[in-house]
């Protein structure tokens, strides 16, 4: 399964450039684009990190239903002229609502 229109999706309701993203991800642009057009499979590892900074689960990315995706979308806000460590403590701070997130799923459950 690909997940290639939603990191695009993601990342452009986020307001980045796929250079911003790479150099958040310490990875090649051209790395990036390759998982966004699906001629690459995108490791977990970038999955997690990605999944982090545009503050949607993993499943996000592999998500068909075009509105499950809208949905997830209009959590996405733009910032500009974010620095890396911006970057990484917006990251750890949407980490830190998934995790709470997800505890209030399990305990209604």
Known sequence: MKTTNNLKAFREASGFTQERVASFLSIERGALANYEIGSRETPLPVLIRLSDLYGVDIAD??????????????????MEDLS??????????????????????????
């Open 84 to 109: 890396d460590e911006d970057l990484k403590e917006i990251s750890s701070f949407k980490e830190v609502v998934k995790s709470y997130l997800k505890m209030g799923y399990i305990a209604q459950e």
């Open 61 to 78: 990315f592999y998500e068909m239903d075009p509105e499950k995706v809208k949905d997830a979308l209009l959590c996405s806000f733009r």
